[in-house]
């Protein structure tokens, strides 16, 4: 392995390519349950030349390679569960180019959020992006590919539905581009070619690498507000969310339920978000949402609760800083969630069973749900907290993470970047056929199964 | 180790690598080797694992714990209240544990004999520390309202004399009682402590202390943040309670009053807030106040400016050390860069290590024609005889 050692040096230089125990185990796990695994080398590439020859390497020598952005999956992807090289992407962070009238960006794999964020803000303030709650060093790149969502999912879907292109180092070195940029110079769409996309997304890096990708902007608007449903039943969620992401206003939609704040507890709130060019756009809009829903407010079942500046300011965040505070409540350091993809008529059984699953583990969770589209589906969360100091705690968490898994597919859901062994279950519950297409599709891309093994794989 | 029980509540979410705007990477360290392992949350998670004898020491490990400039942006920007202000009591913690174990970097050893036996970490006997005051007739401390003191940077680095010698003009010209202690200086300790070697630390606080006191100080003047940071918060601990400022905190209140006459071209400055005295010690305000009472100079900010301010890499013993490194990405180019950006013709300092590290990156960055830097007296003196040839030149066409 020393020779590999030396050839990735000589590849992305000294500085970029390390095997010390220090790297690879902090580089064998992430702030989830999953146990470590272990790489052989951590490596940081500047250029999609140098991801290009490490996959030439890698395939000649059949060592597993596992892409990574920011680590923040929580589920475990990026451990190098048969060991190799994790390739760390953070260096290629350079935003390319800004279309202000196509309203798209072209980024590298490596940006992250926040860069983008401010970038944005500062050069091209009538422009946003759809930001994810993860935290801020999370790259654009590494959501988009498991299918994240976020602050502008009620108006633009999955992070997917807004992607424009991608270029992708393929497992043999071969570097791709997918999307309009495949034709033409400017990354506008992935149509009206054939959709390759497909064989790079939700794969869990298990198809190639991503070096580049484009998505979608939307206007920033000048005024924003957010206004909270709430209600004790959880029966009429579901009518509720079909009525406000009806009215085609909201750009973002949050249920959120927990135990803690006291008051909160017992009640499914609605966080509805949206933004206007005027005042009086805002107030219309307001008053259209607050229409859609007035049957509940005339039946008392439910209601908008008034909001106090600072409660509101911290609704207006993106991303939400204080959800990751939630890993501290049991002062130690953890938490994971299963995000189960379903339609949202499953709203109050995946509620109800959530508390279920919750109390028989006495497991510390946060339940919520962000909506997909025009209410077309729903991210439905289910975080636990744990204390990784706490070998008990950890295991607790881990196997309420394990029956939310099976609870969701049980259901009619999907979890959402799964673990490797939710990834099981999920193939156990696919159309033998569709599993064995996903198969013969990597055979193809990945013919000795470098691509992060040990992921969307039965054994 | 202190603050042990702390490691394990890093969740990795990475807000400490970043400045509010979350712009770009903000960590020292972590912006230059870019590893997970340099940023604060892999020093967290590594030193648990190192207490639990996971991994061993090594001199990786050594360079991560010791790369780190002490800058406080990562207990600025942590989201977790509960233990945030404790992050870099845990860092210098990890480093006091390898003192203990004996397991230092060459260049950390080399760093804390060199203090124990000459009492600066330039190898340079005693006789040396004042020599930067010759020919400015600046009297040794008796009786004077201040102590000023000037510290190792300001006493033996030839960037860190030229500012010392500024700033003690500049009080002079303004009357402040102050006299120095010369050839009796030695270090003030605070990278000592932040390096994690406790009992040296506080031999130099006590012997400073005792020096102070036999000398009968009560106000102490100092030219780096670094020892007004030492000073001012643990010197107390150890009995020595003084009233401590910052040279810029006794030139706010008297530069306005001044009536200075100063030259017709503005001047376009920004100004890198030096992290022990803003972070760690809350004042982004009293040098900016300095800058804006010199007539003609135009304050523009850096987008990363006070709290986000991105250090120039010459804390936590790094000036002396360099564990962190030169190149590139070091924060003192990125920093150098930034500022350039801005437009400005100087990059303003209050801190000699700012000063050198700042100066060397622009010299590096190939930029000395359009920036350059400059402590406020630097500037003030500057512009005072701009100002003088101006007026003679007037004079000179009007006979």
Known sequence: ?459 | MEYAEILHRCFRCGYCKLPSSYQDLNCPSYLKFRFETYSPGGRMWLLREWLDGGIKTSERFQEILYSCTACGNCVEHCIFPKFKADLLNAFTAGRVELVDRGVLPRLVSRYFKAIYNYGNPYKLLKEERGKWAEGLDIEIYKDHEHLFYVGCAGSHDERGQKMTRAVASLMKRLDVSFGILGADEICDGNEVRVMGEEGLFEHLAKQNIETFQKAGVNKIITLSPHAYHAMKNYYPFFGGSFQVLHYTQILAGLIGKAGFTMPSKPLKVTFHDPCYLGRHNNDYFTPRVVLGAIPGVEIVEMDRSKVDSLCCGGGGGNFFTDILGGGPDSSSRVRAREAAETGAEVLAVACPKCAKMLDDAIKAEDMEEKLRVMDSAEILIERLVQANEENETATSVSR
């Not at chain 1, 030349?49 to 030439?56: P, R, T």
């Not at chain 1, 424009?164 to 940029?181: A, K």
């Not at chain 1, 060019?277 to 007035?294: A, G, I, P």
């Not at chain 1, 025009?374 to 029956?403: I, P, S, W």
């Open chain 1, 1 to 459: 392995m020393k020779d590999v050692y030396q050839q990735l040096v000589s590849i992305v230089g000294p500085a970029y390519a390390s095997n010390h125990p220090e790297e690879r185990f902090f580089y064998s796990r992430d702030g989830g349950t999953m146990e470590p695994r272990e790489p052989d080398f951590v490596v940081m590439p500047k250029t999609t030349d140098e991801v290009q020859q490490i996959m030439k390497l890698a395939n000649e020598r059949e060592i597993p390679v596992v892409p990574m952005g920011g680590g923040l999956v929580l589920s475990g992807l990026s451990r190098p569960l048969k060991g190799g090289i994790v390739l760390d992407m953070k260096r290629m962070n350079r935003i390319l180019e800004v279309n202000e009238t196509s309203r798209y960006v072209v980024v590298e794999a490596g940006a992250s959020q926040g860069m983008l964020q401010a970038y944005l803000k500062k050069h091209h303030p009538k422009l946003k992006h759809s930001v994810p709650d993860a935290p801020p060093i999370a790259t654009i790149a590494g959501n988009v590919l498991i299918h994240g969502s976020g602050h502008l999912s009620a108006m633009g879907g999955f992070h997917t539905d807004m992607l424009n292109g991608l270029e992708v180092v393929l497992p043999t070195g071969e570097m791709v581009r997918i999307g309009s940029c495949s034709t033409s110079p400017y990354w506008f769409s992935r149509f009206p070619l054939p959709d390759l996309s497909g064989l790079f997304l939700g794969w869990a890096g298990t198809t190639g690498v991503a070096t580049k990708i484009a998505i979608k902007l939307y206007p920033n608007r000048p005024f924003n507000d957010v206004i909270i449903f709430v209600t004790e039943d959880p029966e009429i969620v579901p009518d509720v969310i079909h009525r406000l992401s009806g009215v085609a206003v909201a750009e973002d939609i949050l249920a959120w339920m927990t135990p803690k704040p006291v008051w909160a507890h017992g009640f499914q709130m609605l966080n509805v978000n949206y933004g206007a060019d005027s005042r009086r756009e805002l107030t219309l809009k307001r008053d259209l949402l607050r229409e859609s829903v007035s049957k509940y407010i005339d039946e008392k079942v439910g209601g908008f609760m008034p909001l106090p500046p600072d409660m509101k300011k911290r609704f207006l965040e993106a991303p939400a800083s204080t959800l990751a505070v939630f890993a501290d409540v049991n002062k130690g350091g953890g938490f994971e969630y299963v995000g189960g993809i379903m339609p949202i008529e499953l709203f109050p059984e995946a509620y109800r069973k959530g508390l279920e699953v919750a109390s028989k583990h006495a497991v510390t969770y946060s339940l919520g749900a962000r909506i997909i589209g025009l209410g077309h589906c729903m991210m439905f969360f289910y975080a636990y907290a744990f204390n990784r100091a706490d070998e008990a705690d950890v295991k607790r968490a881990q196997q309420a993470l394990e029956d939310t898994n099976g609870m969701v597919l049980e259901m009619g859901g999907i979890p959402w970047k799964a673990e490797a062994p939710a990834q099981k279950q999920i193939i156990n519950k696919m159309h033998p056929p569709t599993y064995e297409l996903m198969n013969r599709i990597r055979a193809v891309l990945d013919p000795k199964g470098i691509m992060n093994p040990g992921n969307w794989e039965v054994s």
